[in-house]
């Protein structure tokens, strides 16, 4: 039940960006609205994850996996039949307000299911496959684009869907659920949300007064979160390990900080392959499978290699690795040739998987076994909310490039440009990284 989503999801967040240029053209989309069909998805699984990972201890776990897995399904057909951008990023919201729900209990289910002494077999399999979804995704999407259309690729994730509902249902009639759920923290889940919802639109509306106001309120908002979290018996995020294990804490930023320097990839590569270099959408995909594709070989092989001793000193050079490989594409224009995409691409996905799994596995060492749980929402919700950082960031270029301008051929010269600045802005963050874990491992 769960491995088939752990495939699907990443499908539906990565097959996407491989159309956006011709999504843009069909309804005619402006730049902002562009850079939003990613957010949109992110800034909902981002707002939600906690919340229903809370649900899904006192409702039941399979519960809330099955009623996200008809929220995909529900949220793909009206994303197929949307006739302008409004209409798209609503559908494209619920997708991520479904794809919440399972990233919530999908590990929780496995953890759940399988004894301990094979669990982390299981949670591998589902890694790999979501690997393999970002991977594929791309592929599958431009095919399905060339052949059939942008609206096809919304229904990639349905048949999968449409099984999981079926063997939920009908096939497995145990329920999980935490033996002592407590209450639901109503008041921290409003700030939380609230939070990255205003920081969201804030990035839109940056050029104005309300813009900037609605930032500084989504950093109040934040910070009630998380005094009023640190008070609260029965929390939404348990925050007492950030306060009390540096070492979870150091993993977590690192986790936050390489999400965010990185998952612009695939929304900028598509449009620099498809507008820049004019390639058809099948070829451009080739391409973008790069990256994921050596993520999904190299880091299996990775973590044989390392043990918690080393594991510090494998995350660092990753960050290191990946930062190179950022600058190779911060330097790259329309006369750079596609050598140049290929290469940087497989740096930065060599440098992302010698970071993930030594980072995983630190921060997954540094807690008892009672705060396995925590651990592992925690590595979820820092992947979505560093994912999320990332499209903002290229949310806000296109926005100081762009304005509202259309994407057309006329506007490649601005979009080469936001492209460039975007990257460079990736770099430097992804280097403050590797200066922040060289320092951590110095200390340490």
């Not at 809330?64 to 009206?78: C, D, K, N, P, R």
């Not at 106001?213 to 005094?227: E, R």
Request: aromatic share 12%; glycine share 6%; charged share 10%.
């Amino acid at each position: 039940m769960v491995l088939p989503n752990a495939f699907a999801v990443p499908v539906m967040l990565s097959s996407v960006n491989t159309a956006l240029p011709v999504i843009a053209v069909d309804i005619r989309l402006t730049a902002l609205e562009v850079s939003w069909i990613p957010t949109a998805f992110l800034m909902a699984s981002s707002m939600f994850v906690l919340v229903f990972g809370r649900l899904a201890d006192m409702w039941g776990r399979k519960k809330v996996f099955l009623i996200g897995a008809a929220t995909v399904i529900v949220s793909s057909v009206l994303a197929s039949m949307a006739s302008n951008g409004v209409e798209l990023l609503i559908s494209r919201f619920l997708q991520g307000f479904g794809a919440a729900m399972l990233y919530a209990t999908q590990m929780a289910l496995i953890s759940s299911v399988f004894p301990k002494d094979i669990r982390g077999q299981a949670i591998s399999w589902v890694i790999s496959l979501i690997y393999v979804g970002l991977a594929v995704g791309p592929f599958l999407g431009g095919m399905l684009t060339e052949i059939f259309g942008w609206r096809s690729i919304f229904y990639l994730q349905v048949p999968l869907a449409l099984f999981v509902l079926y063997v939920g249902i009908f096939r497995i009639r145990t329920e999980w659920s935490a033996d002592n759920p407590g209450d639901f923290d109503y008041i921290g889940a409003l700030f939380y949300v609230s939070a990255i919802a205003l920081l969201c639109l804030g990035v839109s509306t940056i050029h104005s007064l309300f813009g900037v106001a609605l930032i500084v309120m989504s950093g109040v908002s934040g910070y009630l979160f998380y005094q009023y979290e640190v008070k609260e018996d029965f929390p939404l995020w348990d925050l007492s390990l950030f306060r009390e294990n540096r070492s979870f804490t150091f993993c977590c930023v690192a986790s936050l900080i390489m999400y965010g320097a990185t998952f612009m990839n695939v929304m900028l590569i598509s449009l620099y392959l498809q507008y820049l270099k004019e390639m058809s959408l099948i070829a451009a995909a080739m391409i973008m499978m790069i990256q994921p594709t050596v993520m999904a070989f190299c880091t299996p092989m990775v973590g044989r290699k390392f043990d918690n001793n080393k594991a510090g000193r494998y995350a660092q050079m990753g960050m290191l690795v990946t930062t190179v490989g950022l600058i190779f594409l911060a330097l790259q224009d329309a006369t750079s040739s596609i050598v140049h995409t290929a290469v940087a691409l497989a740096v930065t996905g060599l440098g992302f998987s010698f970071f993930s799994t030594p980072n995983v596995t630190l921060l997954m060492s540094s807690v008892e076994d009672k705060d396995l749980g925590l651990a592992s929402s925690a590595i979820s919700t820092t992947r979505i909310i560093g994912q999320l950082a990332s499209t903002v960031i290229v949310t806000l270029v296109f926005v100081m490039q762009f304005g509202r301008a259309d994407f057309s051929p006329d506007n490649v010269s601005l979009l080469s440009s936001s492209i460039q600045t975007a990257f460079s802005f990736a770099a430097c963050l992804c280097l403050s990284g590797f200066i922040f874990i060289y320092t951590f491992n110095k200390k340490g």
